[in-house]
């Protein structure tokens, strides 16, 4: 299963747009790109999903580059509501078990 | 929200005594998952099953186990509890029938255990 590298934390403000990067370097043909977002006290609940270029949705959007060996997840004018921990995770849906390995995640502080 | 719920929601035990923590769905969806989160972790796979009866292994496995004896219910047993299972565990479900994103996953509220 590819392992993927996200930073830390970040910090933001209200109305802002963040961008958080994920390295995924050994990333193979038939995966898949996925973001998580948890809430405290909450399971993950699926964001976005991409296998390559740029995927929107109402909530993000995902930008992967030809190279698939990294993505960016985007997010217009955070507020508040968007603090969190954003996974990132690499995955072929074809795996047994469409195993997803999470790491350690990004956690997003939103400041007023 | 995906219909899955986990029992109990809390639970504090003592070292030595087996638990059993419940996940229960009705989704019909074939693949279960638990895993657990620690800080600093994130979260890890403890054990996962494919269908009725068919389970494997995870990224932390020792001292667990798990059985699914039918579609809906994913149980995790711990044997013998320590200390280091204190966690929070979720459940979570992928693969529903009826298309959309197979490799989504639903994850439940959590259920956190306190090893004494």
Redesign the interface.
């Known amino acids: 299963l590819a392992k993927t590298t996200q930073p830390i934390s970040m910090d933001s403000y209200e109305g802002q747009e963040v961008n958080i990067t994920c390295s995924h370097n050994n990333i193979a043909t038939n995966d898949?790109i996925?973001w998580?977002q948890q809430f405290p006290?909450?399971?993950?609940?699926?964001i976005i999903?991409g296998y390559k270029t740029k995927v929107t949705n109402e909530v993000a959007s995902l930008f992967i580059p030809a190279d698939r060996k990294s993505s960016t997840l985007s997010l217009p004018r955070v507020s508040l509501s968007d603090t969190a921990v954003y996974?990132c995770l690499v995955?072929?849906?074809n795996n047994?078990?469409?195993?997803?390995?999470?790491?350690?995640?990004t956690r997003l502080m939103v400041k007023p | 929200d995906a219909g899955i719920t986990q029992s109990p929601r809390h639970k504090v035990t003592e070292t030595g005594t087996p638990v059993t923590l419940r996940c229960h769905q009705t989704e019909n969806h074939r693949y279960m998952y638990w895993y657990r989160q620690d800080p600093g972790h994130g979260l890890r796979l403890i054990h996962y099953s494919y269908g009725v009866k068919d389970t494997d292994k995870g990224e932390v496995s020792d001292g667990y186990s798990v059985s699914r004896s039918k579609t809906e219910d994913f149980l995790l047993t711990l044997e013998s509890a320590t200390s280091s299972q204190t966690s929070v565990y979720f459940c979570a479900i992928s693969g529903g029938l009826a298309g959309g994103r197979d490799n989504e996953q639903f994850f439940g509220p959590g259920t956190r255990l306190t090893v004494l």
């Open positions: 898949y996925t998580y006290s909450q399971g993950p609940r699926f999903q996974y995955g072929d849906e047994a078990g469409n195993m997803l390995t999470f790491g350690g995640g």
